[in-house]
């Protein structure tokens, strides 16, 4: 019934393990209780939910399966992204109508407020908002950033288009050809972050459980009746917050909504604390910053004076030494001036791959809510959706909540899909080689 495989990532130390203070005891579920509304997962988008529904005087329990922070959430690069990876507005509207319209200008603020949301609540999570930027890694590859940058500002997103020479002193180096930047958005402690959204909302009042996965919900009786190993809980509403991590304690939690998306794993990888005349010269202003590569290159700074970055290999023998030394290849290309790297932490973690990079948005039934698919961009998106599913618990109608819903489609083959996806890397290395 369950899934060994995301548990055994636990042995997997990370940068912020290793820095973020404990969170909240977080108890098992014991026995049966009834409330208001029901949250299937700790992450962002659970803990996002419970908090607007407390805020709106809901009383909400929250089931997580390890701690609040352990999936996703808390294994990210932290970077706050206001975009999906490839989808930009006009075709998501030109896709979702009216919804999609909708979801786009979700999207839009949904960086802005994270930062307000650490802000009112003083969560201390290293926020920084000093912007994101897309560089683009070849000449004709400029279109991209041209054409997302008009989108974005025809939806009044705070972005601007980027030559060469400013994206050279944004971030340090000569590799781009220009690109673009938005000002909403950063970077953060992302489990630092859970765990002070954990605090928070039961400091609000939530009831959060931790070991607590949930292993059957149906519902019944005008309710939701939700099963742990432990316990059960019954309530008018239920949220499904699980996204890439759906199956990976119980197969049978929601296996439609699981099967259409492909967990990837994402390594993430943190350098040893750089020389202060290095770390003025990367991304000297502290952006965020994720490029056009299909195989993607990203990176931020830390608040210890590291560099954040990661990547993947196709083959996994031997995979931390051998990722470390072609990524320590891919900086020095970068910004020379860094010289021979050391990672001291590298770790990974799920991402929830869909076949368009869209999310998706699904009716579970009477006021029951979920979605899964994040492709990469979910820390910032994360909280916006917390916030529309609290709308949605509360009665807020449909054709005014900013979620573009669809029917489950599951993936055929999707367990061989998800094995040969690595291989990928291949298609995208080739298409990165050519000039569009």
């Known amino acids: 019934m369950g899934s060994t495989a995301a548990p055994a990532m636990a042995d997997i130390p990370s940068l912020w393990a290793a820095v973020t203070p404990p969170g909240p005891g977080c108890p098992p579920l014991q026995g049966d209780l009834q409330t208001d509304a029901i949250v299937i997962g700790a992450g962002f988008t659970g803990l996002s939910t419970a908090l607007h529904l407390r805020q709106a005087g809901t009383e909400v329990v929250v089931l997580e399966a390890a701690e609040p922070g352990w999936g996703g959430s808390g294994r990210n690069n932290g970077q706050v992204i206001p975009t999906l990876t490839r989808p930009d507005p006009d075709d998501i509207e030109a896709r979702f109508g009216a919804a999609g319209e909708r979801f786009v200008l979700m999207l839009r603020d949904c960086a802005a407020l994270l930062f307000d949301i650490v802000s009112e609540h003083g969560i201390e999570a290293e926020a920084e908002q000093t912007g994101w930027v897309q560089p683009v890694h070849s000449p004709g590859r400029i279109r991209i950033a041209e054409r997302r940058c008009s989108q974005w500002r025809a939806r009044g997103a705070p972005v601007e288009l980027l030559d060469r020479a400013e994206v050279c002193r944004m971030t340090g180096s000569d ?47 005008g309710l939701w009746h939700v099963r742990t190993p432990t316990g059960t ?85 031997h995979e931390r030494a051998r990722l470390s030394a072609y990524v320590a290849r891919r900086l020095a290309r970068l910004w020379p ?100």
């Open 175 to 221: 590799a781009w050809h220009g690109g673009f930047w938005n000002r909403t958005g950063g970077h953060v402690n992302p489990l630092a972050l859970a765990r002070g959204m954990a605090r928070t909302v039961m400091n609000q009042g939530a009831r959060l459980y931790g070991h607590s996965p949930v292993l059957h919900y149906e519902h019944r009786d």
């Open 233 to 317: 809980a019954r309530a008018p509403a239920l949220v499904l917050a699980t996204n890439a991590y759906t199956d990976a304690f119980a197969s049978t939690l929601a296996p439609r909504i699981a099967h259409q998306v492909v967990p990837v794993f994402s390594w993430q990888m943190a350098t040893e604390p750089l020389d202060p005349a290095v770390q003025q010269a990367i991304l000297p202003g502290r952006q965020a910053m994720s490029d056009t590569h299909g195989e993607l290159y990203f990176a931020r700074p830390d608040a210890r004076g590291r560099l954040v970055t990661g990547g993947n290999l196709l083959f996994t023998l």
């Open 337 to 436: 001036i860094i010289g021979q790297v050391h990672f001291d932490y590298v770790w990974k973690g799920y991402v929830g791959m869909t076949d368009d990079f869209m999310p998706r948005f699904h009716r579970l039934g009477p006021n029951g809510w979920a979605w899964a698919g994040c492709n990469g961009r979910a820390v910032a998106l994360s909280f916006a959706l917390g916030r529309e599913f609290a709308r949605a618990v509360g009665g807020t109608p449909e054709d005014r909540l900013a979620l573009p819903f669809t029917e489950p489609r599951p993936l055929p083959m999707r367990n061989l899909i998800r094995h040969v996806a690595p291989w990928m890397l291949l298609r995208y290395r080739m298409l990165d080689r050519r000039e569009i």
